[in-house]
């Protein structure tokens, strides 16, 4: 049977008012010889761009960095400086995701249109002016009713995500359908009863071997799925160094040794091994601009620097992952 998704925002409303509390979590612990370094926060003329908990794409080829916030996209270059935006006008929608197509340097937003009441993938130049809808095509029937709200681009092929239901279809870069995985039903053995009336994504990425990472708010759990259906999950409820209070955004960093792993109420990112070995966690919540408050969404570039979105207005804070 399949599960229903459902999502458990009480465990969301006491972050967040921990977090504007200020009410402070864990330490700058580390067991491992991996590290980050604090460089900037992404910013315009006027100072650190201001956003909440921005969805964050990065083009590895030209260093360049996509966060979407109040249905606008800002492009940053490698200093994390603002340089470029589109959907000023909500051109293309209300935008719930991007990612670039390295291959073609193509931006493929996901945008919600409100005028004619449907969700689309849309294809942009790099000025985010459109030059196509991707209509997904030759999708089974149990993915008829499919709608996207992420976004991933891996090897030229699209991985779309419904995070409240747990589905996940893998398309060609022209919207053909390859791959789906209803990931509720594929994890279902390895829930408890109490999990599986909390199922649902908190964050979503793919790693660089096409493998689908998300977490579980509410079972502080994180993920790592194949695409043969192969799940692997680790995580401990905590509030201490290595442990979930609330794991939110989740991404593998460019070597592929390492999972990063967001806090939202720890105002940490956790680093562990592919093994999922804890490592180091860094952030701390504070008013300095390395710390974090309430970060979610990761995304990591080619030179390994790791980018954050947060609460309060903070923006996206840029860090430099070293060490083996």
Request: proline fraction near 2%; glycine fraction near 12%; charge should be neutral.
């Amino acid at each position: 049977m399949k599960l229903r998704a459902k999502t458990n925002f009480s465990i969301f409303l006491a972050a967040i008012c921990m977090v504007m509390a200020g009410q402070a979590y864990g330490g700058n612990e580390g067991l491992g010889q991996v590290s980050a370094s604090y460089l900037y926060t992404l910013s315009n003329f006027s100072g650190v761009y201001p956003a909440n908990w921005a969805k964050i794409g990065v083009d590895a080829s030209k260093g360049e960095i996509y966060v979407v916030s109040s249905t606008k996209v800002k492009i940053f270059n490698r200093d994390g400086m603002e340089v470029f935006s589109f959907n000023e006008g909500a051109e293309l929608g209300t935008v719930t995701d991007v990612a670039v197509d390295e291959r073609t340097g193509d931006i493929i937003v996901i945008g919600f249109r409100q005028h004619l009441g449907r969700t689309e993938i849309i294809r942009c130049n790099f000025r985010g002016e459109q030059i196509a809808a991707i209509e997904m095509k030759n999708l089974p029937a149990e993915f008829s009713d499919f709608l996207p709200n992420r976004l991933a681009v891996q090897g030229g092929d699209l991985y779309l995500a419904n995070t409240n239901d747990m589905r996940v279809i893998v398309t060609d870069d022209a919207g053909t359908f390859k791959k789906g995985l209803d990931i509720a039903r594929l994890i279902e053995q390895d829930l408890s009863e109490k999990e599986k009336q909390d199922t649902g994504m908190t964050g979503f990425n793919v790693d660089r071997e096409g493998r689908v990472l998300f977490s579980n708010s509410n079972m502080a759990r994180v993920f790592r799925l194949s695409l043969d259906g192969k799940a692997e999950s680790f995580g401990v409820r905590g509030g201490t160094a290595g442990k979930f209070g609330v794991p939110s955004g989740v991404a593998a960093d460019a070597t592929g040794k390492y999972l990063l792993v967001a806090d939202l109420l720890r105002s940490v990112v956790m680093i562990f091994d592919k093994d999922f070995q804890f490592q180091s966690e860094f952030g701390i919540k504070g008013n300095k601009p390395e710390n974090l408050i309430g970060p979610m969404h990761l995304a990591v570039d080619g030179q390994n620097r790791l980018y954050v979105s947060q609460l309060r207005n903070r923006g996206v804070n840029v860090y430099q992952l070293s060490g083996s």
